[in-house]
Nanobody, 123 residues
Framework: VQLQASGGGLVQAGGSLRLSCAAS????????MGWFRQAPGKEREFVAA????????YYADSVKGRFTISRDNAKKTVYLQMNSLKPEDTAIYYC?????????????????WGQGTLVTVSS
């Protein structure tokens, strides 16, 4: 499966952005999906994940209550709605696909990765 992330940009602190990740291929609806981010000089970290059905979601503590992950299997797209953005949310955001549902909190658990989209939050 190929993944294409979009929706990044420059936003002021307190603002909102919605990231999208469009997938190609026939198996999107069977994959768990996740978002990770990598800030300058830091390692890539887990942000959020959603089960293949959309019925369960998981979040990093740092974004819980501010970010919402969702998916539309008919459109083969996963979203990350980001509200109340903070300067520390500045990073490149990557979407990823997990074939077996294990290891959803770690990079190693994901099989396919998109190219990333840059989010910059100004103070």
């Amino acid at each position: 499966v190929q993944l294409q992330a979009s929706g990044g940009g420059l936003v002021q602190a307190g603002g909102s952005l919605r990231l999208s990740c469009a997938a190609s291929g026939h198996s999107f609806g069977t994959y768990d999906m996740g978002w990770f981010r990598q800030a300058p000089g830091k390692e890539r970290e887990f942000v959020a994940a959603v089960r293949w059905s959309g019925g369960y979601t998981y979040y990093a503590d740092s974004v819980k209550g501010r970010f919402t992950i969702s998916r539309d299997n008919a459109k083969k797209t996963v979203y990350l709605q980001m509200n109340s953005l903070k300067p520390e949310d500045t990073a490149i955001y990557y979407c990823a696909a997990n074939k077996d549902g294990y290891g959803r909190y770690t990079e190693d658990g994901y099989d396919y990765w998109g190219q990333g989209t840059l989010v910059t939050v100004s103070s």
